[in-house]
T-cell receptor, first 115, second 109 residues
Framework: NAGVTQTPKFQVLKTGQSMTLQCAQD?????MSWYRQDPGMGLRLIHY???????DQGEVPNGYNVSRSTTEDFPLRLLSAAPSQTSVYFC??????????????FGEGSRLTVL | KQEVTQIPAALSVPEGENLVLNCSFT??????LQWFRQDPGKGLTSLLL?????REQTSGRLNASLDKSSGRSTLYIAASQPGDSATYLC????????FGKGTRLHILP
């Protein structure tokens, strides 16, 4: 199993450009989420999904869009990148359910720089 | 709204000491709680997962406890080593998983 795979690992954008960070997991996890991590700010939740077709906002959703058309994929879209979105982005997934909610698995991260 | 607080924010101690890292959370309706470590510039490594029905979980020199009713978890590190230097994060597992800012641990050789 590959686990949680994020692409790209590094990306440089210009202000106003759009891009999509990809996240895929092969563990059949219902739950997937996106975080950003900035120095001194810890991990902040952007969006999360408890299953295909269901998404919800986290702590810092502005400027980001998500969709969940399949169980495996949870892409994060920046429609018009801003320098404030320079950060390291992490995707995570886990099983979902009251009786068998499992541990959270993380991808290796995607480092985004917006000039 | 879930809030997660980790105390202390930073800790620097000589090698060999036993350590206690604290995690408190406001929403006690959690499924489980997970502890991670993160080395500088790296991703998150899972250390321990405590099921909501458990009170403790052990892995090697690490022992984590969970008290859902009081909204607290403690990570105990025995006989600390320089390789334990990292940031430690706790995550109460609910639908909207919020992290604390972590405890930055530095073990002096």
């Amino acid at each position: 199993n590959a686990g949680v795979t994020q692409t790209p690992k590094f990306q440089v954008l210009k202000t106003g450009q759009s891009m999509t960070l990809q996240c895929a997991q092969d563990m059949n996890h219902e739950y997937m989420s996106w975080y950003r991590q900035d120095p001194g700010m810890g991990l902040r939740l952007i969006h999360y999904s408890v299953g295909a077709g269901i998404t919800d906002q986290g702590e810092v959703p502005n400027g980001y869009n998500v969709s969940r058309s399949t169980t495996e994929d949870f892409p994060l879209r920046l429609l018009s990148a801003a320098p404030s979105q320079t950060s390291v982005y992490f995707c995570a997934s886990r099983t979902q359910g009251t009786l068998n909610t499992g541990e959270l698995f993380f991808g290796e991260g995607s480092r985004l720089t917006v000039l | 709204k879930q809030e997660v607080t980790q105390i202390p924010a930073a800790l620097s101690v000589p090698e060999g000491e036993n350590l206690v890292l604290n995690c408190s959370f406001t929403d006690s309706a959690i499924y489980n709680l997970q502890w991670f470590r993160q080395d500088p510039g790296k991703g998150l490594t899972s250390l321990l997962l405590i099921q909501s029905s458990q009170r403790e979980q052990t892995s090697g020199r690490l022992n984590a406890s969970l008290d859902k009713s009081s909204g607290r978890s403690t990570l105990y590190i025995a006989a600390s080593q320089p390789g334990d230097s990292a940031t430690y994060l706790c995550a109460p597992l609910v639908d909207k998983i919020i992290f604390g800012k972590g405890t930055r641990l530095h073990i002096l050789p």
